[in-house]
């Protein structure tokens, strides 16, 4: 099997390119950027917001069974500021939706937890009502709706996954994307005082290796048709507060956090805990590491230790 993945620079799509080829499967990817942490995944340097005939003659001569689309502006509070990029995020999409109808590809979507809004009731389902919180979550429920449709006219076989607050590992190129657990563990590190915007949030911390066991999985079902036309969350299943964050990383690192509280900002959702049964039932996904653990392994992996005057020496 090959694979074509979009986004494969960023955060998600290195860590699947990296499980994929560790498991003998060939990955082709494509990022606007280059890695910034590994050379060993074979990509090319492209923008997918060109016209989608250029992309389809751009891969021609590229043999390819499936494609996983992870490409987008992947940041809620940066659509806020310019939501044009929501609209370049559909553009985006649809232009690999054009390529793999020309080429009769099946599609792995990346969608967000962002597409439910806020969930006041704390658990959510795949079928309840949509609700666009910002910019972003618009670009997701588009992107979304775009695979349905083409799954349904085209006949291109689609997955679409809601994932939430990945973390872990590939994720701390804060000077592109400022992610809140690598942000916070460096700061923390330092001794200095991290925003929490938002003191009563509650968000499904999802260890990035449970995502991308999930993604392989539905890969493999959506591949041999076994699985399709489904949406499908993927998260820890359990909800943790900012506060808890910083908590768990003063732990890793050995130091007594200092910290400030914000409101939340415009756009941000406040509570999300998701609902796993799906995820369960069709892929048999079952989450191993909850967040404290995962703040150890990302604070090890991060490499980063506390400073004299975190420790307050
Ligand atoms: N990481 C999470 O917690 C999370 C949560 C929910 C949804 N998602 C979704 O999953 C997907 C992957 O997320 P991520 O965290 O790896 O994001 P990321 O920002 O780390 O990676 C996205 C990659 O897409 C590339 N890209 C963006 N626009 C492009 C274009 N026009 N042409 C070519 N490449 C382009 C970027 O350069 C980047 O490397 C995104 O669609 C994101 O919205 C991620």
Known sequence: MRILITGSSGQIGTNLALRLQEAGIEVLGIDLRENAWVDTIKDLRYDLRRPPTELIDLLADEPLDLVVHLAAYAKVHELVIHPERALENIATTFGVLEFCRARALPIVFGSSREAYGDTSEGITAEDRPVVAKSPYSASKIAGEALVGSYSSCYGIPSLVFRFSNVYGRYDNDL????????????????????????????????????????????????????????????????????????????????????????????????????????????????????????????VAWSGVSASPAARGE
């Open 175 to 298: 000077e592109r994307m400022e992610r809140v657990m690598p942000l916070f563990i460096r700061e923390i590190a330092a001794g200095r005082e991290v925003t929490v915007f938002g003191r009563e949030k509650v968000l499904d911390f999802t260890y990035v290796d449970d995502t991308i066991s999930a993604i392989c999985k539905g890969i493999d079902l959506l591949y041999r048709g076994e699985v399709q036309a489904h949406t499908i969350n993927v998260a820890a299943g359990r909800g943790a507060s900012l506060i808890d964050l910083v908590e768990f990383i003063g732990r890793a690192l050995g130091v007594t956090p200092k910290l400030r509280t914000e409101p939340t900002r415009p756009g941000e959702i406040t509570r999300y805990v998701a609902d796993i049964t799906k995820a369960r039932r069709l892929l048999g996904y079952d989450p191993t590491v909850f967040l404290e653990e995962g703040v150890r392994r990302a």
